[in-house]
């Protein structure tokens, strides 16, 4: 033995991120019970607390708050690939965008697509990847959109961990 724990295969690295590639972020079912409880906590605004409110507003109904988005899509990004790698965390967010009003009874789905990849000039045991996420309705129209960067270690580093 040498003392030296080896990553899962299936942990992703920065080796195995390729420019192109699509990565399905799976399926979520938005509540309306979740919308009012992440509003009441951090958006309290009444288009996110109130059935009428909501239909009233531009929103056209009980609508999920941005930020409630941006966490759902990172629950659906971590479940799928995100807990099974050696991300290191992100620098930043280039940008977010809500591009139609998430409603209660919505089916969530999506996809991050790698955009570009690089290895850190300061730190080369680090990839920085960068990935243009978006989210679906089920009626197919663009719901989400961002794009940022992220850190994962590179395959030598992962397996030279102890």
């Known amino acids: 033995m040498t003392g030296k724990t080896s990553v899962p295969a299936k942990t992703w690295t920065y080796d195995d991120f390729i420019e192109g590639t699509k990565l399905d972020l799976g399926t979520k079912l938005v509540s309306a019970q979740e919308i ?12 996110h ?40 965390g992100s620098p930043g967010i280039e940008y977010v965008k809500w591009k139609k009003p998430v409603l209660a009874g919505d089916t969530l789905t999506g996809h991050s697509t790698i955009v570009a990849k690089r290895l850190s ?7 920085l990847i960068t990935m243009r996420a978006e989210l679906f309705n089920q009626r197919g129209e663009s719901v989400f959109e961002l794009e940022n960067t992220g850190m994962f270690l590179t395959r030598d580093a992962a397996e030279n961990l102890s």
């Open 121 to 127: 000039k300061s730190r080369p045991q680090l990839g």
């Open 36 to 47: 009012i409880e992440f509003a009441g906590e951090f958006d309290p605004q009444p288009m």
């Open 49 to 88: 607390l109130d059935e009428e409110a909501g239909k009233a507003s531009i929103l056209g109904g009980l609508a999920a708050s941005g930020w409630h988005t941006c966490a759902m899509f990172m629950r659906m990004w971590c479940d799928a690939f995100l807990l099974d790698s050696t991300s290191q």
